[in-house]
């Protein structure tokens, strides 16, 4: 199945153009997938264009249709993100310290702390810049507070009754430390567990200014700890009224661009093309849907679909385009891509490892467990430009030909040749190379666990990896839960346009 994946892919490469509409939407899209993006940046379609299939006739669109549908695009993505993605985290802007924006930044705060020094070193003191400080600290605590805070709001308006403080500060009766000390008191009970140590610090600083200035700091962090608190307390109920959300912001997006839906139509019609001319017959489980004859019928929409999303496994992200209804989750497949390609590598390297090891070795779990992390380790940058993968092999067969040679004295085996060192270096080298037979083999029955994890998802028992697998099942099984998560729930917003798309690719055949 890998290789026809890959087939289809290379297929699709010389094609050349895409119009504004489709950069438009990728655009809107990418912001929510800036961290992930930095990683896999050569992988990525942003700086190709892919011809757009000819389903729909062109339309043009005017600027303000385009940024409204960019913000509709972009609403969606947010709810998406945070529904899948349980780590979402909302963080703290931090500007590059050597960007203008941050000197700017710098130069205007000092500026205003510079003021609000020179007013309070006044005789007597100025209080107005101070004050207004105040008013700002007032209205965010009061924001921090739940509905049931009925007697801490009381308490914060009491005591920061701004119209008294201006009264005591005309009169010559403000005390500032005073106010101050609440303020901490009030930051202590509101805050984090996480922020307790930054409020006690500000117990032990003495001057009003930079006391002013590190309660600003902590009540920014305070902010940022009750975003998250709202947005994990939202997830429960935006993960009921999601799919619906998402579906009909789609719907919106599609009655505006009515092109929306051409990439999915191109990539089911191919999955669906290749089940039918059974170009994946020896890659998928018995029972997988696929026609066993020109007479035979035509397979089933299901494993059409499963076998669409088994396809964004192996896509050529340089040169091809994401289909639409899955192009907010388009990060994520690259890097359940990129992990299993270094899986493949890995469990290439220690199938042939254990092949030519004694079994009394090979069985043991411990060192298995060993070499797995060794191999782990010499692979852990295997994505990144300046890796060289081949340079990587030889320093992994080296380490493998010492790890299995120390494991075989102490088991009581001689140990390895240098015929056979040759031998497994060698092997391990070769497989480098995507040809490699041991290496196809791997990722042939990564595909084919992935296929029947997703055909089974709501059986227990889940299915048993395939022979060879064994391993790498741990770290597999953890992608084909992620992988899983992902089909599962674009299936559940977007198979009402899949179901529409493949009645008509399906009564074609």
Known sequence: MSENLDKT???????????????????????????????????????????????????????????????????????????????????????????????????????????????LSEDPPTYDRAIKLVGEIKETLLSFLLPGHTRLRNQITEVLDLDLIKQEAENGALDISKLAEFIIGIMGTLCAPVRDEEVNKLKDIKEIVPLFRAIFSVLDMMKVDMANFAVSSIRPHLMQQSVEYERKQFQELLEKQPNSLDFVTQWLEEAADDLMNQKYRNALPAGGGAAGSEDSP???????????????????????????????DRSRFQELQLQ?????????????????????????????????????????????PSFHLEDALTAVGEKVCLEVSNCLSLCGFSPLTPDKEVVLKGQIQAVASSDNPIRRIMDSRILTFLETHLASSHQKPLPTAPGGLGPVQKELEEVAVKFVRLVNYNKMVFSPYYDAILSKILARS
């Open 298 to 328: 035509r397979p089933d929409p299901a494993a059409v679909q499963n076998y669409a999303y088994l396809k964004l496994l192996k896509w050529d992200h340089l040169h091809r385009l994401f289909p639409e209804t899955v192009l907010m």
């Open 9 to 119: 892919n290379t297929n699709e490469a010389g094609k050349s153009k895409s119009n504004d509409s489709e950069q438009g939407l990728e655009d809107a899209v990418e912001g929510s997938d800036g961290a992930l993006q930095k990683k896999i940046k050569s992988g990525s379609p942003s700086t190709q264009r892919v011809q757009r299939p000819h389903s729909s006739p062109p339309r043009f669109v005017t600027v303000e249709e385009l940024l409204e549908t960019a913000k509709g695009v972009t609403n969606m993505a947010l709810a998406h993100e945070i529904v899948v993605n349980g780590d979402f985290r909302i963080k703290p802007v931090e500007l590059p310290e050597d960007s203008l924006e941050k000197r700017v930044k710098d130069i205007v705060h000092k500026a205003f702390w510079d003021c609000l020094s020179v007013q």
């Open 340 to 384: 299993l390609e270094q899986l493949t590598v890995l469990g290439a390297v220690l199938l042939v490892t254990f092949s030519m090891a004694a079994p009394g070795i090979s069985s043991r779990a411990d060192f298995a467990e060993k070499l797995k992390m060794i191999v782990k380790i010499l692979l852990t940058d295997m994505h990144q």
